[in-house]
């Protein structure tokens, strides 16, 4: 059975939610064990065992993945495409299921309290300096901001995660969520600046992991390049 990382996010009840590990699954060598993604060279035929067994674990019928290329682009999920390019997706749909892969960047999971709507965010340093979770907020006028509910799943934490001064320069906003270092560089605490920006939005009722993909049991591509990829799934309960 996939390892579950557990996390207590006060959601909705019809709302349900799941974040892998790589403690079990399918996957093979590099990519041991659990592997969501088909765009980093496993056998398709172990990515396949895994989205499966997650389908089965929670009686889902049907997963929507994104093609992330780290853009800022967001797309309403609709039953026309299981892989949508984009990099924040959110459906009103009840028998459609939300997934973001990640292996360093924030995965992000968004409902809101009535249990009507379920998105997911894609975000690296790259989505937040273009206004991924601005564009993916955007979209909902109706729904009154104090009413969302986010989580903000296992990323690389500021002190495994080191980025050079122009990094830093295109987040002048943020320069206090970067701590200089003795190489002359910057550790950057991707999960803060998230959660600053929600908090700009008017979005308060934030859930943040404290664990680091970089040092706990998660794919981390900073630290191996040749890794899989974690799932952050979201969906409706039958």
Known sequence: MITEYEINWAIPGN??????????GNSKGKYKYANFSYQVGEDSKNVDSNINELKTLHGIDDITFMNQTHSNTVRKASKKGNYLDCDAMFTEDKTISCAVLTADCIPILVTETSGSMIGCIHAGWRGLQSKIIENFFSKFTSI????????????????????????????????????????GNYYMDLRYIACDILNELGITNVTISKSCTYNDNFYSYRKDKTTGRFVSLIWFKK
């Open 15 to 24: 709302i349900g939610y799941f974040i892998s590990t790589n403690e079990t």
């Open 144 to 183: 009154n901001r104090s009413n969302f509910r986010v989580l903000l799943g296992p990323c690389i934490s500021a002190e495994s995660y080191e980025v050079k001064d122009e990094i830093l320069s295109q987040f002048s906003n943020h320069r206090d969520r970067f701590r200089k270092n003795k190489s």
